[in-house]
């Protein structure tokens, strides 16, 4: 099984900081790869598809970057509302589903 | 837009058998795409339980052994997820979601706390 290794667990940063997120597969997915942002309480959010893909409605500070086994979320500017827990996920198909342990950024 | 809906019992015997269900409005699951189960104990990330396709065909989390089965009811527009012999570690929220394999899971239920406890 394909497992998904994020760093750091916990991120502490200010407004305005620029902040970037790395996630590891044991083995490469491709550009499988997809990143959630998930606030307390609430369902977890699509933000990027296919590594670098854009979900429809989110800010341009958020980006994705890699392929094969190592990738990247950067938020270019933190805003109040980027204070969460981001989580990467592998989909490639060749192995069942799995998640990176999840990344909280706090202030 | 397209909702997601968890329903089901939120408390649960040990051994006995966790039985969810997710109602899907303003889409319909015979659309050619996964849907999946996602669970998250309290405190803890995010677990992959497993995913059906149209037709009724599965896929499951191998760290359930063999203990979930996802079906699909095309009449009603929903999928549901039965978990049997279930432990304390079982207790989480368990959210429904469009996707699976080769798509990203871009809708997803609110999520139902479902404890396991006598």
């Known amino acids: 099984d394909i497992q998904m290794t994020q760093s750091p667990a916990t991120l502490s940063a200010s407004i305005g900081d620029r902040v970037t997120i790395t996630c590891r597969a044991s083995q490469s997915i491709v550009d499988w790869l997809a990143w959630y942002q998930q606030r307390p309480g609430r369902a977890p959010k699509l933000l990027i598809s296919?590594?670098?893909v854009p979900q429809g409605g989110v800010p341009s500070r958020f980006s994705g970057r890699g392929s094969g086994t190592e990738f990247t979320l950067t938020i270019s500017s933190l805003q109040p509302d980027d204070f969460a827990t981001y989580y990467c996920q592998q989909y490639s198909g060749s192995s069942p589903i799995s998640f990176g342990q999840g990344t909280k950024v706090e202030i | 837009q397209m909702q997601l809906q968890e329903s089901g019992p939120g408390l649960v015997k040990p051994s006995g058998t966790l039985s969810l269900t997710c109602t899907v409005s303003?889409?319909?699951?015979?659309?050619?795409?996964?849907w999946s189960w996602v669970r998250q104990p309290p405190g803890k990330g995010l677990e992959w339980v497993g995913q059906?396709?149209?037709?009724?065909?599965?896929n499951y989390n191998p760290s359930l052994k063999g203990r979930g089965t996802i079906s699909m009811d095309t009449s009603k527009n929903h999928f549901s997820l039965s978990l049997t012999s279930v432990t304390a570690a079982d207790t989480a929220v368990y959210y429904c979601a469009r996707g699976g394999d080769k798509a990203s899971f871009d809708y997803w239920g609110q999520g139902m706390l479902v404890i396991v406890s006598s």
């Open positions: 059906v396709f149209q037709g009724g065909i599965t």
């Open positions: 303003s889409a319909s699951i015979t659309t050619p795409i996964w």
């Open positions: 296919k590594a670098s």
